[in-house]
């Protein structure tokens, strides 16, 4: 057994653990094996084997599978900075696909805040004020940099937001389906781009750049568009291209303008500062701006993280000419609203054309983004403020222009493009090869840049790098001396290439230059007015609200990791990649599969990874075209039908035959009503692309059924998708390959202790079967016998989804916890998981009815729904609550006992589903109980509360109906927004005896 009490690593944290109530607990599980046989005793079970008992056993692992051996903390701090020793961090001149700016102060202070970072999507906000305000300084200070008046919360990156944009413009310009895309775009955002619209309808042109200017030739782009004609619905371009030319954006502008079409506009968020380029909004001519705009914002926040979480930025106007695009447009906007008091407060608007409410009629199946990024990335703009921006910005651009002076003096060495401007990213042309110098260069400790020969294919040795405000002096000097080392010096001076006025910057952004210390205190405030899993019970079902070890986050944050640009060698990211190949291992042991992919950035995209792949394998077999039918049972994560149609599988019928999903519904077990299944199998069968199914179901309930169902499948030709959303339930005790599963994705976020980050970044790692490997998307790691680490394709890839390999510092939190449990932990956790709940339910039942109506007594594992009798809602209505609200103000009550709501009105509209975790003792589930009786008792006996919740929160009732009808996504910040503090602090309620928070609750309602 790991010794537990040794500490001598303790000292490097920037943390006591020991005086964290449950960093140093086993497996972070808080019940005590006492605990543990009470709470089996009340269930009348024996073991925590027997949590499984209802489970065929052709399903499970004979035993824990050996996921990784276990390491104690102290060993764990030593072994994992070990791993990100094995990195080279060498003076690096890569920019190209991800820029890399200094980490400004303020970044690792708001990471640290663990009221910002554990919390979920601000669904409840009144409770969430502090994330919606981070959000809204994001989009604010955004809006003001681009012009642009609506920013969304952030999709994943640059990438998945370009295609976002261009399924914008498919809508906004009808009766078309093709977009012409400038081939000068990172050709990472090209490659993901076309992996998401194959099979879709949509087709990606590429407009090919220009060799003698390295920019896109403005007539090619006019005579490809008017070749496609009223088919293009958009062209995409970027501001800064992938030979750090700066392309003509008013000229590109023009000719969307001229055809009618929507421009799509890449830019880099940074370069856009005082003094910087010009803003997208006055793109054009007539400065008419772009419609759209996509971005990149990784850089903004945080390191190069070996290239994720990234942070995908969109914006889209909103003014008084142009109000209805926005309503086109996927992913979650943050708006102005006012509280029942009418003070002023933030909520989510337009959320109505999200996947959890429209399903496969939904925009995008988007459902985590990267919030926290977001939320960081707004923090970094006020740090730096209007001066520091321009600061940074300009200093990159000094460097570029001194080295573009002094490199060219060499012999041999020019400018790859001498008439065209640039601005802080050069391409050089050089005598020898580029693989030649780098090689060199790695052996002066300096990674050189990027070589894009191939982006032109014209014979030349192009090298582009990149300058940034993390260069220093000597940085300059070290690349100077090394090709003074292999370059014959000559008596040159290159005319350098001057930007035209109209590219730059003319008016200031007007942020305002804050102190750290008020930027600090003001986030302190944001962070104090959310709850976080740290404290209580958040129950919030689906969600695995569960505790985020500070480990993780201490691992994650070790510079050898977080400075590797993921374009560096291989040899130099050799930590990097033993992480990535063992989590691939790892969680290979853990789902049975024999493959694993790590590029997924969220549960849903990993799904659409699974279903490009079903497409792949049936297109291989010649069945594509035929293939259209997806089965879906009712009770799926509203990703599921979402993600299939995002796939290509479209829900219609066309002359009496239906296509896209079936749907299935569910028995009267509240599982998958599978005679159904089995009609609906042989009815469609050879045209039966797959199934998607949650399992356990979002009721908690674990499907008996699958096994057999996907022989059937199978030997229908389709394939199996298990939304694996809930393995924390069952990972360690369920073998996935025993079931038949073939494609499964794991959200890191959830199971595996990434913090929800308030909406994310999340990470969504998929496993398939041995059907699937070929198609694997992205790059997967593998191991030579010596220990080397290496990147190769799958041979049939589908493609990629990440330009890099995904959110990989999640990659290291994920780790570092595996690495805690080892395979007898994963078993602990997940049963522990299953006890806490099926002991909170068995505790509940009495007073509440479980939803599926009529499935009271079925075994729930993780998860279950509660409602309220007939009698109680007569009761609220009585009381002046519509039924129609009784369940979402229910909820509300439960922020008045200082707890976050469960999640309510999903996947059953009268229902609050609550998953507890394995994270609390059983003293804190016990009182959880108390607090759900005493507010059922509350509703009984004092139905009216419920008008004039809640009532201890920062503000009132927020009125999200009238936020969504008068809409307002940004304020020009010259301060920091107004903030209203909790009436009662929540860990206060928390804490206080039960009836006196009743108590106080009515004399609130009695004031209000
Ligand atoms: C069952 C289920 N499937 C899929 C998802 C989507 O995952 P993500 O938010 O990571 O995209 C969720 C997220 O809440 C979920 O609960």
């Known amino acids: 057994m790991p010794e537990i009490n040794a500490e001598s690593n303790f000292k490097k944290l920037p943390y006591d653990p020991k005086r964290l109530q449950r960093e140093l607990t086993k497996y972070y599980i808080s019940s005590t094996k006492t605990e543990q046989a009470e709470m089996l ?13 209802h489970i065929p056993d052709n399903v499970k692992f004979d035993k824990a599978p050996f996921v990784t051996e276990e390491l104690n903390y102290n060993d764990l701090i030593a072994h994992v900075e070990e791993v990100a020793a094995k990195n080279k961090i060498k003076t690096c001149f890569i920019g190209d696909g991800l820029k890399n700016y200094k980490v400004h102060e303020i970044v690792p202070y708001v990471c640290a805040l663990r009221g910002l970072t554990t919390a979920y999507t601000p669904y409840q906000p009144e409770r969430s004020q502090g994330t919606l305000n981070t959000l809204w300084i994001y989009s604010s200070t955004l809006s003001m940099l681009t012009g642009f008046e609506a920013i969304n919360a952030s999709f994943y990156d640059r990438s998945t937001t370009l295609f976002e944009a261009i399924q914008t413009s498919l809508r906004l310009v009808k009766n078309t389906n093709t977009a012409l895309v400038c081939e000068s775009i990172y050709p990472g955002d090209i490659e993901v781009l076309k992996t998401h619209a194959l099979e879709t309808g949509l087709k990606i042109i590429t407009i090919p750049t220009d060799p003698e200017t390295g920019i896109t030739n403005i007539e090619i782009a006019r005579k490809l568009a008017l070749e496609i004609g009223s088919k293009l619905s958009a062209i995409a371009f970027p501001q800064v291209n992938n030979f750090g030319n700066l392309e003509d954006v008013h000229q590109l502008t023009d000719l969307c303008t001229e055809l009618n079409i929507q421009s799509i506009a890449l830019f880099d968020p940074m370069l856009l500062a005082t003094e910087g380029l010009i803003p997208p909004v006055e793109f054009g001519s007539e400065k008419q701006g772009a419609n759209m705009i996509v971005g990149e914002g990784q850089h903004l926040a945080i390191a190069p993280n070996f290239g994720g979480p990234g942070l995908g930025i969109f914006g889209i106007r909103y003014n008084e000419k142009n109000k209805l695009d926005i309503r086109s447009t996927a992913g979650r906007f943050i708006g102005r609203a006012k509280d029942s008091e009418g003070k002023a407060c933030l909520c989510m608007v337009l959320s109505t054309r999200e996947q959890h409410i429209r399903r496969d009629k939904a925009m995008s199946n988007i459902c985590s983004n990267q919030s926290f990024i977001a939320s960081a990335a707004g923090a970094a703009i006020l740090g730096r403020g209007e001066d520091g921006m321009t600061e940074s910005t300009l200093l990159g651009r000094d460097y570029a222009m001194q080295m573009a002076q002094v490199l060219t003096q060499y012999k041999g060495v020019n400018l790859a493009f001498p008439a065209t401007p640039f601005y802080n990213e ?6 020898i090869t580029v693989s030649e110098l780098q090689k060199k260069a790695s052996l002066a400790n300096l990674q050189l840049g990027v070589d894009v020969s191939k982006r032109l294919n014209d014979g030349r040795n192009l090298l582009l790098l990149s300058f940034f405000d993390v260069h220093t002096d000597e940085d300059l000097e070290k690349l100077e001396s090394f090709f003074r080392d292999n370059f014959e010096a000559l008596e040159n001076d290159e005319f350098l290439p001057e930007i035209p006025e109209n590219f730059l910057r003319t008016t200031k952004v007007g942020l305002p230059n804050l102190e750290i210390e008020e930027i600090r205190s003001y986030y302190k405030k944001l962070a104090d007015l959310n709850v976080s899993p740290d404290d209580n019970i958040y129950p919030l079902g689906s969600c695995t609200m569960k505790y985020n070890p500070y480990i993780n986050d201490y691992a ?3 510079k050898g990791f977080t400075d590797v640009h993921p374009q560096a060698p291989v040899e130099d990211a050799q930590g ?20 694993v992919t790590t590029q997924p950035v969220a549960g849903a995209q990993g799904e659409l990874v699974g279903l490009k792949l079903f497409q792949a394998y049936h297109r291989n077999n010649g069945e594509s075209e035929t293939r259209n039918i997806l089965l879906i049972p009712r009770s799926a994560h509203g990703t599921n039908p979402a993600t299939a149609t995002m796939a290509g599988f479209e829900t219609k019928t066309v002359d009496g035959i239906e296509y896209g999903i079936v749907t299935i519904e569910a028995d009267k077990k509240g599982q998958i009503d599978f005679e159904q299944m089995k009609a609906a199998i042989s009815k469609y ?8 199914v949650t399992n356990p179901n979002t009721s908690g309930i674990f499907e008996n059924c699958f096994k057999e169902m996907s022989k059937l499948i199978h030997e229908a030709g389709g394939l199996v998708y298990m939304d694996g959303a809930n393995m924390n339930a069952i990972a360690g005790w369920i073998d996935l390959d025993k079931m038949g599963v073939d494609a499964v994705h794991n959200n890191l976020h959830k199971t595996w202790t990434i913090p929800h980050g308030g909406g994310g970044p999340g990470d969504g790692i998929v496993a398939v079967s041995k059907l699937l490997i070929d198609f694997l998307p992205g790059i997967q790691v593998t191991k030579t016998n010596e220990g080397f680490y290496n990147i190769i394709r799958a041979p049939k890839t589908i493609g990629s989804f990440h330009r890099h390999f995904g959110n990989f510092a999640h990659k290291v939190r994920a780790y570092t916890y595996i690495k805690s449990l080892g395979g007898n932990g994963v078993r602990e956790m997940s049963s522990v998981a299953v006890l806490s709940s099926r002991y909170l339910h068995e505790k509940l039942k009495p007073s509440f009815p479980s939803l599926p109506e009529g499935c009271d ?6 998860e279950f729904i509660l409602t309220i009798t007939k009698d109680t809602f007569a009761r609220i209505e009585a009381g002046g609550t519509p039924k129609a609200q009784a369940i979402a103000k229910i909820g509300k009550l439960f922020l008045d006992f200082g707890l976050h709501a469960p999640t309510v009105a999903f996947p059953e509209i009268y229902g609050l ?3 507890p975790t394995e994270t609390y003792s059983k003293g804190e589930l016990d009182r959880f109980v108390d607090v759900v009786n005493a507010i059922l008792e509350l509703v009984n006996e004092t139905p009216h509360v419920l008008r004039t919740v809640p009532h201890f929160t920062p503000v009132k009732k927020v009125d999200e109906v009238d936020a969504n009808k008068n809409l307002l996504f940004m304020e020009s910040l010259k301060i920091l927004p107004t903030l209203y503090t909790n009436v009662i602090d929540p860990l206060k309620l928390s804490r206080m005896n039960i009836s006196d928070v009743s108590h106080e609750i009515l004399r609130a309602h009695n004031e209000a």
């Open 41 to 53: 005793s009340a269930i009348k079970l024996k073991n925590l084997s027997d949590l499984y008992a």
């Open 426 to 431: 050069f391409t050089l042309e050089l005598p």
């Open 576 to 595: 990097c990649l033993k992480i990535l190949y063992s989590i691939q291992e790892m969680f290979k042991s853990i789902t049975g599969l024999p493959a």
């Open 556 to 558: 994650a944050g070790l």
């Open 857 to 862: 007594n079925e075994i729930r594992m993780h």
């Open 913 to 915: 589903m609550i998953e």
């Open 685 to 692: 069968n050879k045209r039966i692309a797959g199934v998607m």
